[in-house]
């Protein structure tokens, strides 16, 4: 396994790794030679993956860089590794509870504390954060970010891109579309139609992305 970034969310993906004793994590790549990664060796920019994973094949990798906003970024630096011959599986904490009847996509990261819930679909990329709650039948598309604290109530959909902040609220049966920031600690109580920055209890569209 090789981590594809160096920074704080990296360090909390290796721990994961870690307690689940199923990867040898041969290093990180990122733009930045950051050092020992948690003792972890660097292996150079991205570019370097296609020599590890030559040597290494096939090479397992987890998107380890963490997403403030939308998850546009983290969707492009996946799309440039598409040449190279790596495995994205998802990585669960063995302190997360994923219950019977979910669907998790590749490259998903889920964190230490969260509940997922029966029918609920987590797409590819998406981050599920610590001590989240996704509750049963949500839809989370690809390369949605549910920050730490959140909760999403039955029946919601997140679109692709979307970010739910720190401890914010998603009633049950929502619609939320593709590439909404919805702030910390906010309370969605009515469908959002339209791609921005919302914030507030309930919450309000402030501008666009």
């Not at 906003?69 to 969707?75: F, M, P, S, V």
């Not at 964190?111 to 990329?125: L, P």
């Not at 996704?134 to 692709?160: F, K, Q, Y």
């Not at 600690?185 to 469908?191: C, I, K, L, P, R």
């Amino acid at each position: 396994m090789a981590l594809i970034g160096g920074g704080g969310h990296a360090r909390v993906v290796l721990g994961i790794l870690n307690k689940l004793n199923r990867y040898r994590v041969v290093g990180y790549t990122d733009e930045k030679n950051t050092g020992s990664l948690c003792g972890l060796s660097y292996l150079g920019k991205d570019e370097k993956l296609a020599a590890a994973a030559r040597e290494h094949d096939p090479l397992n990798a987890v998107l380890a860089v963490g997403q403030i906003g939308l998850g546009t970024q983290r969707w492009k630096l996946w799309s440039q590794l598409a040449g190279v011959r790596l495995l994205f599986p998802a990585v669960v904490s063995p302190d997360a509870i994923v219950n019977d009847g979910v669907t998790v996509g590749e490259a998903v990261v889920v964190m230490d504390g969260s509940v997922i819930n029966y029918g609920a679909t987590i797409g590819r990329g998406t981050i599920v954060n610590s001590n989240c709650t996704v509750e049963h039948d949500v839809s989370l598309a690809d390369w949605v970010h549910v920050a730490p604290g959140a909760t999403i109530c039955g029946g919601s959909s997140i679109g692709r891109f979307s970010m739910v902040g720190a401890g914010a609220t998603i009633i049950q049966g929502i619609t939320i579309a593709e590439a909404c920031v919805i702030g910390a600690g906010a309370t969605v109580v009515e469908d959002l139609t339209e791609a921005g920055v919302y914030a507030g209890c309930p919450a309000r569209r402030l501008r666009k992305v």
